[in-house]
């Protein structure tokens, strides 16, 4: 095994070296030892990572990341959180996409004012309702 040291895990997985030692913090990653001042890792953290990435890419926090690995490091999905996360993201699509095509029909719109569109009232009674605003996040601490 050639160890990485933390410039070279930062090269390769993209992840600024600053991050990388706050994930070590957080407990999601951990170095192997240290060559002088800097910080080693197995080669596998390349993975480790990039998992990191998909659960912050689909909306997770780092906490709930951290949930989904075992103590020794191991991947350990949560099918009922993963399903619950992509109703939140199907819940966010439709959202998003009502919007998108009510931006769309407010720039095409030939009325004489947007106030008298009747789409755009809907969409007006929509967002008083905050039928599009964005979900509120709870944060676990």
């Known amino acids: 095994m050639v160890a990485l040291d933390i410039a070279e895990v930062a090269r390769r997985s993209g992840v600024p070296a600053s991050t990388l030692r706050y994930y070590e ?3 999601l990653i951990a170095s ?4 002088g001042l800097r910080r080693l890792f ?3 953290i390349l993975d480790r990572l990039a998992l990191i990435a998909l659960g912050r890419a689909a ?3 780092l906490d709930e990341i ?3 690995f075992t103590p ?16 939140d993201i199907d819940r966010s699509i439709r ?8 931006l769309r029909h407010a720039a095409a719109c030939r ?8 789409t755009f009232r809907r969409i007006l009674r929509a967002a008083a309702d905050r039928a599009f605003a964005p979900p509120v996040r709870h944060i676990k601490h």
């Open 111 to 118: 009325a004489p004012s947007h106030m008298e569109c009747p």
């Open 66 to 68: 951290g949930g989904m």
């Open 42 to 44: 197995d080669p596998a």
């Open 25 to 27: 913090e957080k407990g």
């Open 72 to 87: 020794e490091g191991a991947p350990r999905v949560d099918r009922a959180a993963l399903s619950a996360k992509a109703d």
């Open 59 to 61: 909306g997770f926090s």
């Open 32 to 35: 192997i030892g240290r060559r």
């Open 95 to 102: 959202r998003l996409t009502a919007m998108r095509d009510g």
